[in-house]
């Protein structure tokens, strides 16, 4: 049953490999436009609600990068394919810091400061420190769809690289729900260059989805979160 290699007879495998052809395809062509090297652009697959076999059909065409909103899907993933990268993108509580820390590679969403004593106690008790973080910034001030304002980022980032157990790496943002995502990516590059003046090493900008990815290719995005356009529509929808 193991999709171990690239198997050209499973149909799953061959769809995936179509659209993360397409996927290629935009990144190259956003990354053209913006003036950009593509090889400066991480593709992390978010795989939340597929199955773990399109994990390893993706690890098998070469994305090691996989993302995932929920802590209590993700840990049981990343178990069963410890050979990917996983990213955690998801709204993030406390309880779960702890779990979050002992697969994560990356956690994109850290945006309050009770988040930041959790995942590092976490990173060091289960001896994954320095464990990469990204401070989520909120572009429309919405709590429903998570970040920190842009005033409250200093804050939260000096608390992040006053830590033992993490790493500043960066920032992340999610588009405005129904809004033009390429002033509000904007925004964000200017945050993120703010971040930079005080943490030049925090320099992933992760921002794109399968509707905006080109936009935040255009604002600097380093990684991008593309579900979607990769594994095709989540019924129900999720997150
Ligand atoms: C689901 C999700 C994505 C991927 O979204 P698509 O529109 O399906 O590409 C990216 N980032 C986060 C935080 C998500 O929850």
Known sequence: MGVTELDPADPRTAEIAAN????????????????????????????KTFPV?????????????????RDQEARVKAAAVPAARWHFVGRLQRNKCRSVASYAVLVHSVDRPELVAALDAGAR??????????????????????????ADVPRLAAAIAGTAGLRLAGAMAVAPFDADPLPAFGRLAEVAAELRRDHPDATILSAGMTGDLEAALRCGATHVRIGTALLGGRTPPVG
């Open 20 to 47: 993360l052809a397409a996927v290629r395809a935009r990144i190259a062509a956003g990354c053209a436009a913006a003036g950009r090297d593509p090889a400066t652009v991480t593709l992390v697959a978010v795989t």
């Open 125 to 150: 008790q289960t001896g994954r420190a320095p464990l990469d973080v990204l401070v989520q910034v909120s572009l429309d001030a919405d709590p429903a769809r998570g970040g920190a304002l842009p």
């Open 53 to 69: 076999q399109d994990v390893r059909r993706l690890l098998a065409l070469g994305v090691a990068d996989i993302g995932e909103n």
